[in-house]
């Protein structure tokens, strides 16, 4: 009996913990999939087209995925008509690009592999903030 009210003095003491906050810790939410809690994005300025979209997709992407290819072999089996050669390229194929390049799904781009995983954060960060310009 005795180890019961220490096990119920523990819980207790648990619960009383477990509403508290770090006032300092990363704002966060839930992932509607998993219900795991995620830290949310901060969209700050430095989550730019200049500063993040146009470095990664002219490094990884316009390799292939530029309208100034023929279709064959120069774009390496991308499709015809899918170019990021600008901002409002990208913006317009943004579900698609989520799709393949950040969830990795049904296969990833590029195919002959890329980009670090904290490039693939850091676009993904920019796709979530709304893309800005």
């Given at each position: 009996?005795?180890c019961?009210?220490?096990?119920?003095?523990l819980?207790?003491?648990?619960v009383?913990?477990?509403?508290c906050?770090?006032?300092?810790?990363e704002?966060?939410?839930?992932?509607?999939?998993?219900?795991?809690?995620?830290a949310t994005?901060?969209c700050?300025?430095?989550?730019?087209?200049?500063?993040?979209?146009?470095?990664?997709?002219?490094?990884?992407?316009?390799?292939?995925?530029?309208?100034?290819?023929?279709?064959?072999?120069?774009?390496a089996?991308?499709?015809?008509?899918?170019?990021?050669?600008?901002?409002?390229?990208v913006?317009?194929?943004?579900s698609?690009?989520?799709?393949?390049?950040?969830?990795?799904?049904?296969?990833?781009?590029?195919?002959?592999?890329?980009?670090?995983?904290?490039?693939l954060?850091?676009v993904?960060?920019?796709?979530?903030?709304?893309?800005?310009?």
């Open positions: 009996m005795h019961r009210l220490d096990l119920k003095v819980l207790a003491t648990l009383l913990f477990a509403g906050k770090d006032k300092d810790a704002p966060q939410d839930l992932d509607e999939d998993t219900g795991e809690t995620v994005v901060d700050e300025d430095t989550h730019t087209w200049t500063t993040v979209g146009a470095p990664f997709f002219y490094t990884w992407c316009t390799p292939c995925h530029t309208s100034t290819l023929e279709d064959g072999e120069d774009r089996g991308a499709t015809t008509g899918v170019d990021f050669d600008d901002y409002d390229d913006v317009a194929w943004a698609r690009i989520e799709a393949r390049a950040i969830d990795l799904s049904p296969s990833p781009m590029p195919p002959s592999g890329g980009p670090s995983d904290e490039e954060a850091r993904a960060e920019w796709i979530e903030c709304g893309l800005p310009e």
